[in-house]
């Protein structure tokens, strides 16, 4: 069961790496890039003709490493709905990737522009550190909500705050709790 659960980490350590290089390449050649102002329509459909590169290589990642993930939780039975939660937390973030694909940088504080868009990644989070697990899966949870703190690069604005650093020490905390699963 231990070494099924790893092959699904794997693909989200892909993910966090691949997300970190980008991240660390726009970083050093933006510098200063500027985030976003909610203010796009309620309804962002997946797969909108026309769909901005960055969101669909966002869909790619999502699809390719996040999904296989939240597939494996739900097989290994252990992890109750975590699967599902690991999904709707990415998903709340795509709307924040569209919304800055499709508007301007807010003037006023980040996390108040984007808090109210960003309700389904918090409500998916809370969910999961709120799970009660059996001991057995101590390890795989905590990897995962390790993992977690990822999800808030978001709220990085450059230059006073580069998200790479975030990303490289989620990836950091989710392999040393992966690393205590395969023991």
């Given amino acids: 069961?231990?070494?099924?659960?790893?092959?699904?980490?794997?693909?989200?350590?892909?993910?966090?790496?691949?997300?970190?290089?980008?991240?660390?390449?726009?970083?050093?050649k933006v510098g200063g890039g500027a985030p976003i102002v909610p203010s796009p329509p309620a309804s962002m459909p997946h797969g909108v003709a026309g769909e901005a590169p960055a969101v669909k290589a966002y869909d790619a990642y999502v699809k390719s490493a996040v999904v296989p993930l939240a597939q494996t939780c739900d097989d290994l039975g252990g992890l109750k709905n975590m699967g599902q939660l690991l999904q709707d937390a990415w998903e709340g973030v795509r709307v924040v990737v569209v919304l800055a694909s499709r508007s301007k940088a807010p003037t006023d504080d980040l996390a108040t522009a984007l808090?109210?868009?960003?309700?389904?990644?918090?409500?998916?989070?809370?969910?999961?550190?709120?799970?009660?697990?059996?001991?057995?899966?101590?390890?795989?949870?905590?990897?995962?909500?390790?993992?977690?703190?990822?999800?808030?690069?978001?709220?990085?604005?450059?230059?006073?705050?580069?998200?790479?650093?975030?990303?490289?020490?989620?990836?950091?905390?989710?392999?040393?709790?992966?690393?205590?699963?395969?023991?």
């Fill in 115 to 183: 808090g109210p868009h960003l309700a389904a990644t918090q409500n998916a989070v809370k969910s999961i550190r709120n799970l009660r697990l059996d001991r057995e899966w101590d390890c795989h949870y905590k990897a995962i909500v390790e993992l977690l703190a990822c999800l808030s690069w978001i709220l990085y604005r450059a230059p006073q705050a580069l998200p790479a650093g975030c990303v490289k020490e989620a990836l950091g905390s989710a392999e040393f709790w992966s690393n205590r699963i395969r023991k």
């Fill in 1 to 28: 069961s231990s070494v099924k659960s790893l092959a699904g980490l794997d693909p989200l350590k892909d993910l966090l790496g691949d997300v970190l290089t980008r991240l660390e390449a726009l970083e050093s």
